[in-house]
């Protein structure tokens, strides 16, 4: 037999545990031999973050010091899951195991329901939608399929955010969230929702993490089974944590701190779903002695790209701003990225495909370009401008125009209307196609102005309004047209676009390009009121617009087209103007193109001592040039009893060493133990979600007298405060809450 013929498909793995190591650079590699005790990886966008986690796994696997089944990555899509686990077997290290967070949770709920609770797993339903529809019915509310939707994000947002039905509306509120409905009728479905739930006996994958959780907290031997079981953690993506998974993770590591973390708090753009990227930020604050990687070498983009994907983030602000990463490309030049202004949306379009049509005369691949939008309802256009130029393209994150419900939905009505309107009293007042149009879709929800917040209803009426639109340019072109006329062109509109998918240039959001990449890409839309949306109204929110720019920039590895249009159709008012994002870096806009702050973090290692301050430090030089910290110091904890200082998370929350005596009060212990058991059933939660054991035993060592106290506890914090803070004082001054109730 003769030895296998390496192939670029299925590669040999590694002979050694240092050849696993080759072709590193140095951050990482640093990565990729730091394998005990934090590490908080901040990778910037096309820095080889997936590279440098799998071959820390695999490295630690061929030199022994991690067993594979003590090893647990855990990421956010299945599809990043696999390409983890593929990467990982051609590394030589089978046997680790890489799941999401909800794969992960899922698998131990199943193997520990029996011994926690006692039977089968109660069945998890894969959609929500029926299940949200009848809680809304119980609240005499009828919701169509947007609202659903709308009304679902909204329960996830608040389960991931452990915000329970009576704290909705403060939550939203606090947030700064646009609530798609009345946030009072929104926390009744909600409320109804659990109660649909625990009556037929299914769980959703939210419960997944919660009863996962909630198992954990609550039984002792099973946590420590677990913990025997996974002793290494590796979280990527880590910028987009919501609180829940926090939590979970924090029950997973125990008292241990073997954890290396990998994120880029610039490329947060889930808030929406609950993901925040405080929690990357904080790191170095729960783990003072965490070595902190900056990955700033950038092998994705050119120069080119990079200039510009630097220049959106050096004018930022915001927090996530404080902590970017300055990329360096290790590409060759290429070319200047491309700024170009339309007299509306359709030239936008077929100036796109124009293009499109060029980059692949000129040999580049279908596969290999995108066109990224904003919103989905902004697809239509360029389907419709790729399918009249016989460019095939495929829809990702998104259905196509003509099969998204809403849009079938009005076809249907307007093809009833030209067969039967003449019986139809609401076209009595139409004179025209567009009006007769504007009066069907006006029963399907279309409104002549835009309703207010963002979701599922904007999205419907976006997609009715490029109907209402499309009738308007359809009449300008053929003055003469009747409604049949324009059934029959959407008929054909919906059949040219059957193009093959396989090989086609990609259409997609932003959002659902997060993680992807092209040697082409066309940013379109880029005007004010689309980037940023119009709907961003506060700084954050902005900001988090900024940042899905950002990410689109970064997708892009050689070609990068950025265009805007000044009207939406053609003849129409000129008011739109070019997204504010893109002053100072586009030619032409004023200040200097491209232009860099220099106070982005550039790459190196930091070295964690107890006495880091919670704010990441830069480095000096560049990537490759020696790292020197730059920190700022603060005072650090020490225990109130014997003044040694103090690291762990635990004891930092008490205080004192978990070794030094408690001073706590124990009738005050189980008294608050009592009341939270109250509060937490009361609430339908676990009752660590009220207060954890050790942030009681904190109040119970404190007896704090006093609000300020009381909120200097870690554990509490403003929310808790605001709603447990009256009851948790008059408990540590002595009172019986039942009495105190009865005078009041």
């Not at 009595?428 to 399907?444: F, H, I, Y």
């Not at 009715?464 to 008929?491: G, Q, S």
Request: charged letters at 25%.
């Amino acid at each position: 037999m003769t030895a296998a013929t390496p192939s670029p498909l299925f590669p040999q793995a590694p002979d050694s545990a240092d050849a696993v190591l080759e072709g590193l650079d140095p951050e990482q590699r640093e990565v990729a031999t730091t394998l005990r005790g934090p590490v908080c990886v901040l990778a910037g966008a096309g820095t080889g973050k997936t590279r440098a986690i799998t071959h820390r796994i695999a490295y630690g696997v061929r030199a022994g010091i991690l067993q594979p089944s003590s090893v647990l990555a855990v990421t956010f899509t299945n599809r990043a899951a696999g390409e983890m686990r593929g990467r990982l077997r051609q590394l030589g290290a089978q046997g680790v195991q890489a799941r999401t967070f909800h794969s992960a949770a899922l698998r131990q709920l199943q193997y520990f329901w029996p011994k926690a609770i006692g039977g089968a797993l109660p069945r998890l339903v894969d959609r929500k939608f029926q299940l949200v529809a009848d809680a809304a019915l119980s609240c005499g509310l009828r919701l169509d399929r947007g609202e659903l939707r709308d009304a679902t994000a909204e329960i996830e947002w608040c389960k991931v955010t452990q915000t329970v039905p009576a704290d909705y509306a403060l939550a939203v509120a606090k947030a700064t969230r646009d609530a798609p409905r009345d946030p009072a009728e929104l926390a009744q479905i909600y409320a109804a929702y659990e109660n649909t739930k625990r009556e037929r006996g299914v769980i959703d994958f939210e419960d997944v993490l919660l009863l996962t959780v909630a198992v954990l907290q609550d039984r002792r031997d099973i946590a420590d089974q677990v913990r025997a079981q996974y002793q290494h953690f590796v979280v990527d993506e880590y910028q987009d944590v919501s609180p829940l998974q926090q939590r979970l993770l924090e029950l997973w590591l125990g008292e241990r701190d073997d954890l290396c973390v990998v994120g880029d708090a610039s490329q947060t753009i889930y808030s929406f779903t609950g993901a925040t990227p405080d929690h990357l930020l904080d790191f170095r604050v729960r783990h003072p002695g965490a070595t902190v990687v900056k990955l700033v070498r950038d092998y994705r983009s050119t120069p080119q790209v990079v200039h510009l994907a630097n220049g959106l983030l050096s004018q930022a602000g915001g927090r996530a701003a404080d902590h970017r990463l300055e990329l360096v490309s290790q590409r060759a030049p290429g070319p200047e990225p491309a700024y170009t202004e339309y007299a509306d949306e359709p030239e936008e379009a077929e100036g796109a495909a124009r293009r499109i049509r060029d980059l692949l005369a000129a040999g580049v691949p279908a596969a290999e370009i995108a066109v990224l939008f904003r919103t989905n309802a902004q697809s239509e256009t360029y389907e419709q401008a790729l399918a009249d130029a016989g460019i095939p393209y495929q829809l990702r994150g998104a259905e196509r125009f003509f099969d998204r419900p809403e849009v079938r939905k009005a076809i249907a009505s307007l093809r009833a209307a030209a067969r039967f309107g003449g019986n139809d009293s609401a076209l009595d007042d139409a004179v025209d196609l567009p009006s007769q149009v504007r009066a069907v879709l006006s029963g399907e929800g279309w409104t002549s102005a835009p309703p207010a917040g963002s979701g599922a209803v904007r999205e419907r009426w976006e997609s009715l309004a490029a109907l209402v639109h499309l009738a308007r340019d359809f009449t300008a072109a053929r003055p003469d047209a009747t409604l049949a006329d324009l059934i029959a062109e959407l008929d054909e509109r919906t059949n040219a676009q059957h193009a093959p998918t396989v090989q086609g240039v990609t259409l997609a959001s932003l959002h659902s390009a997060k993680g992807l990449e092209w040697d082409a890409v066309f940013l379109v839309g880029v005007a004010e009121g689309m980037m940023p949306i119009s709907y961003a109204r506060t700084d954050e929110q902005v900001e988090e617009e900024r940042r899905l720019l950002y990410v689109g920039v970064t997708r892009a590895r050689e070609r990068l087209h950025v265009s805007w249009a000044l009207a939406r159709s053609p003849g129409g008012r000129p008011s739109r103007r070019p997204s504010r994002f893109l002053d100072g870096l586009r030619p032409g806009s004023g200040g200097a193109a491209g232009r860099t702050t220099g106070q982005g973090a550039t790459g190196g290692v930091e070295r964690g001592t107890s006495g880091i301050s919670g704010t990441f430090g830069t480095t000096a030089g560049r990537a490759g040039a020696p790292a020197v910290a730059a920190r700022r110091q603060r005072t650090p904890a020490r225990c109130r009893i014997c003044g040694r200082t103090l690291t762990d998370g635990g004891e930092l929350k008490l205080l004192r060493c978990d070794d030094c005596p408690s001073d706590m009060d124990e009738g005050l212990y189980e008294r608050l133990r009592a009341w939270r058991e109250v509060q937490a059933k009361h609430a339908g939660q676990p009752a660590f979600c009220v207060f954890t054991d050790r942030t009681l035993v904190a109040i119970a060592e404190t007896a704090p007298e006093e609000p300020g106290e009381l909120a200097r506890i870690p554990g509490v914090g403003q929310r808790k405060l605001n709603r447990y803070g009256t009851d948790v004082l008059a408990i540590c001054a002595g009172q019986d809450l039942a009495e105190a109730e009865g005078r009041d």
